[in-house]
C-alpha cells in the first residue's frame, strides 16, 4: 500500500479513451495526452500509411528521442554549476 | 533538400521492423529503440490485458511525461546558473 494519492483521469488521444492513473494532476496528465496526440497526428500527417499501431510506437521513439536529448542537456549544465561553484 | 545527412536504421521494437530514417547515428536510434522495447515490455507486464496499440500510445505517454519532466528540471538549472553568475 501506498500514501501517494492518485488521480484517475481519462482522456483522449487519437480517437481512443485512455484512463491514466498516477500521481500527477489531472492537467497534467490532459497535458501530456494532448502532446501525444498533436505528436500522432504530426506523425501521421507525414506519414499517411502507417497503420494506428506503427504510428503509436513511432510517436513512443520520437518522445524518448526527445528525453534523451533533454537529459543530456542536464548533464551539461549541472557540470557547468559544479564548475561555477568551484 | 536538404545537407544534412540522413541515415537509415533499421530496428526491432516489440517484435516488428521499423525503420528509422534522421539524422542521428545508427547506434542512437538503435538505443532509443531499445529503450521504447524495454518500456513496452516493462507496462506490458504490469497491464497484461492491453492490446498492442494502446500500449504503444501508453508508452508514448510515460515518454513525454519523462520529458516533461526533465524539461521541468532543465528550467531550474538554468535559473540556478544565472542566479550564481550574478
Redesign the interface.
Known amino acids: 500500500m501506498s500514501d501517494i494519492k492518485k488521480t484517475r483521469t481519462t482522456v483522449d ?2 480517437g ?1 479513451q ?1 484512463t ?1 492513473v498516477g500521481p ?1 494532476s489531472a492537467s ?1 496528465v490532459r ?3 494532448s ?2 496526440d498533436d ?2 497526428r504530426e506523425i501521421s500527417s507525414l506519414n499517411p500509411n502507417l497503420d ?3 504510428l ?13 536529448k ?2 543530456d ?2 548533464e551539461r ?2 557540470s ?2 559544479q564548475r ?2 568551484e
Open positions: 488521444i487519437y481512443q485512455y491514466i500527477e497534467h497535458l501530456v495526452a502532446l501525444v505528436k500522432m494506428t499501431n506503427k503509436a510506437v513511432l510517436t513512443a521513439v520520437n518522445a524518448v528521442n526527445d528525453y534523451l533533454v537529459k542537456r542536464i549544465l549541472e557547468e554549476i561555477l561553484k
